[in-house]
């Protein structure tokens, strides 16, 4: 018997008729419901007919054949039945009963198309594969393949050439927090900045490529002209100095200064001799080793230093706060405040650079108390009696045996927003330690919740006050319809369990009418107020600015 069968869910007779005229075939009947399995764990299924007018198991069937490469023919009662086919994309419809020939002819024709699409779909593989060897689709730039052999002579007739390797730090921060399209637009304007600084400097005879598609580093190799000598060790110290001013200067003129202060770039490099017993890419890749481990050299020394920076930080409390405005979405009052932490010291500007050299260096609860206290300070100067401060505070921080700035505040004013860092193993734990907080009137607030650590776990297990949406999320919303729908599901859940919904990162007027349209109660973000990244005032704290927008300007008060 043969292998290869058409498996159906109905005992149609005219279905065997038809696929007995089809070489090598033979008919398989199935319950509706185990018609996606078998297509999935099977090999044998050539083709599927599908009577079932359960949408759900014609969705699922579709779904688990399209993966596999098997057509699907539906067997349509109405138009209903015919509308939901041509909807899920399946190969073909005929409308019953049918006869014998025109069942036929349906498979057929879906096989048919399908060995089409499959060739199509080889095609388009092969020609991707042959396109990713020879450039990056992101950045536009030669991958290091195509880079040998157009520096392989050069190299030759030269003798020497210098490998430099661009290590871009925190490249992967950014798009935890804004997510992976952001961080494909700034890459992009990353590797035109690198090109733009190339063609403007004495390196201008420089190949630049990615090491691999997709990847978030640089390489590029430089072959001094006839006459003139190789880079030294000074001059591209100061090369790399000044690339990472002019591309940060470029990113804070696309992205923001936000972006722009998580950028650092580390650059290696290593001189390279041609020697003719050796293969050209053997000797260019031990190059972009030597490289890539000086740059991460340079990385390590560079944290040493940021490291003592923070301590300078911590002894002179040269912390300031910046008051991010919290806004009701229909009617633009301030609801209250975020405290947002920033670094006196230019390195340790951005709160992302500042945990990260604390963690490195065990001083998170030395930050952690310093932040808090310095938002405290200017508690009274900064809100109105009525508006209420929202406090970052990491899981961790809690274990903190120094964990006092809170015992003479009034807890009606604040709210605890649990910032995960780090995801939270010991549920029963942290409850326990909230529990006295809770009593004595605390709210609390979970941030960033649908994205990293912040799930549905920790909404679940610490039942808070307020739900702070990630800025993942409400990126783009107004095009993203599952976007939208997980909003609206979490503001009525939110509902249901008495809490309030938070949008954060609101940059554009379609995000913030889109998240108002969705019930969304409250919002946050650059549309309604950019903090400023620029050196602090002798003042601990800064009253915010309201960013011009078209939007109402948020009003202070009840």
Known sequence: M???????????????????????????????????????????????????????????????????????????????????????????????????????????????????????????????????????????????????????????????????????VRYTKIEEVYGWEKLDEVLETTAGAVREFLDRNALRSTRMMVGFTNDDNFIFFHVPPPGAPAATATRITGVARRLQEFVASRLEAAHGEGIAALFDIYVGHSHVYYNPKVRVERLIYRGIREAANAARSVEERERGHKAAALKQVLHERGIYIEYHPIVVAESGRIFGYEALARGAIRSLRSPEVLFEVAADADLVWELSRLCRQRALEGMDAQLDRDQLLFLNVDPHDFADPAFRELESVDPRRVVIEITERTAIKDYPKLRERLRGFRERGFRFAVDDAGSGYAGLGSIANLEPDFIKLDISLINSIDTNFIKQNLVETMVGFAQDQGAMVIAEGIEREEELETVKRLGVPLVQGFLLYRPEMAAPTPSPTRRPTPHPTTHPTPRRGR
């Open 2 to 168: 043969t292998s290869a069968f058409l498996l159906t869910d109905t005992s149609d007779p005219a279905i065997v008729d038809a696929v007995t005229r089809l070489p090598a075939f033979r008919v398989e009947v199935r319950r509706s419901a185990e018609l996606a399995d078998v297509v999935d764990a099977t090999a044998g299924v050539r083709a599927v007919i599908v009577s079932s007018e359960d949408p759900m198991t014609l969705r699922q069937v579709v779904e688990k054949a399209q993966l596999r490469r098997v057509p699907v023919i539906v067997a349509c009662r109405d138009d209903v039945a015919r509308r939901r086919a041509v909807e899920l994309r399946a190969d073909e419809w005929y409308r019953t009963p049918a006869s014998a020939d025109e069942i036929e002819w349906r498979v057929r024709s879906a096989l048919a198309r399908a060995a089409a699409a499959i060739v199509a779909t080889a095609d388009r593989v092969d020609r991707v594969e042959y396109e990713e060897l020879l450039y990056d689709t992101l950045t536009g730039m030669p991958t290091l393949p195509v880079m040998i052999e157009r520096t392989r002579a050069l190299f030759k007739d030269r003798g020497e050439l210098v490998v430099f390797y661009l290590s871009f």
